[in-house]
């Protein structure tokens, strides 16, 4: 299976197009949102072409393929507008003998692990930073963001198919790669 991972879209129609399109264009089978969807948050100035009733629209397009987790910007509100759950604090995947646990970043972070293993994967977005680093034996990842990305990264996403993990920019450009082992 192949999943194409993003987060912090901010309600940004233009990156949020352009996201859409990567993810045809990557012909992943799952779209995995690390939250933080529609609304900019207090702390962020408005992305380009704002439009958080258009994001959703793009978004519901592909509702069925949609994993997603919530983000600290996220609503009860918002849930009114999609088509696919996003109240979820965090949602696990199983990669080989180890697991993914995916969230947004807010709550659990490398500074406040949930429980995992030696060799699991805690993945996030929330600082907008592209991120590929072990921490107590734990794997820490982050996709950056699709709509302000921080500290010179680039607009982007990341895949992962048969462990390998590729960060990308939004016109599918590799920026990083990581290969994760699956025994």
Known sequence: ????????????????????????????????????????????ALPEEYGPPSMAELL????????????????EVDQSLLNFPIQAEYCLISMGKHLIFATHGHRYHTGSLPPL?????????????????ETEGILYLNPGSVSIPKNNSWHGYMTLENGLFLWKDLDGNEKMRYQANLD
């Open 1 to 44: 299976m192949k999943y194409m991972i993003a987060s912090d879209l901010h309600g940004s129609t233009r990156y949020g197009a352009q996201l859409i399109a990567a993810y045809r264009r990557e012909q992943a089978d799952r779209l995995l949102l690390l939250g933080d969807l529609l609304y900019h948050g207090p702390r962020n």
């Open 60 to 75: 519901n397009e592909i509702s069925s393929d949609i994993l997603c987790v919530r983000g600290n910007c996220e609503a």
């Open 117 to 133: 293993h030696r060799g699991d994967i805690l993945l996030h977005g929330h600082t907008h930073v592209p991120a590929c680093e």
